[in-house]
């Protein structure tokens, strides 16, 4: 069984949810840390990964395919990077927690969005796959589907939302929670994806 190091690493966040899920993980006794390559550094029990980069609104039948290409390249590989490490440190370390941050367009879809939207269906589908590939080996793996500012009176999802979400996925004592996808959307989302 896995020693718990009560680390976790963040990295790909948006500026607000990074600083908001610092002050959670913390206020809950986890020493939070950006990525490292010093050696002699304990693995982290906890990865949270963003994926939320915003990409630029754009009718689809109006985009470059090269360009389109090019930004679903980038991101999904920026994913893939950070995933495949985080998975293999804590595979070797005994178990661990991976938390994906994905756009819910990704759940949704949204018009003028199929960057993001694509970035974040592809995400769901790795979190999933990656709960399947390292459970036996003891990491758990989830995502927070996060959402824009709800309108029509529902309640918007806050940074400090977003970060008890994850603090709440990347709970240790949580063994079986995995393969997961909560959206924090306020409401305005409601699916069993």
């Known amino acids: 069984m ?18 908001a899920a610092t002050q959670v993980l913390e ?12 050696a002699d550094r ?9 994926t939320t980069e915003p990409g630029s609104a754009a009718d689809f039948a109006d985009t470059d395919p090269t360009t ?3 930004a679903v390249e980038r991101r999904l590989s920026a994913v893939f ?3 495949q490490t985080a ?11 991976i938390v994906l941050v994905l756009d819910a367009r990704g759940l949704t879809g949204e018009a003028g969005a199929t ?9 769901i589908a790795l979190t999933k796959s990656l709960a399947r590939e390292l459970g036996p080996v003891g990491v758990a793996v989830n995502a927070v589907a996060v959402a824009a500012p709800p309108q029509d009176g529902f309640t918007e999802p806050t940074p400090h939302h977003v970060a008890q979400t994850i ?14 996808i909560l959206p924090c959307t306020g409401g305005t989302v409601r699916t069993r994806a």
């Open 87 to 97: 998975g293999r440190d804590l595979a070797a370390a005994g178990g661990g927690r």
């Open 2 to 19: 896995q020693s718990i190091s009560n680390h976790a690493v963040l990295v790909g966040l948006p500026t607000e949810i990074g600083r």
């Open 42 to 50: 304990p693995v982290p029990d906890l990865f949270v990964i963003g």
């Open 167 to 180: 603090a709440f996925l990347g709970d240790p004592r949580l063994p079986s929670l995995t393969g997961q």
């Open 27 to 38: 206020a809950g006794g986890r020493r939070v840390t950006s990525p490292s390559t010093d």
């Open 115 to 123: 960057i993001d939207a694509t970035i974040g269906s592809a995400t």
């Open 81 to 83: 990077a950070l995933a």
């Open 68 to 70: 389109w290409w090019a």
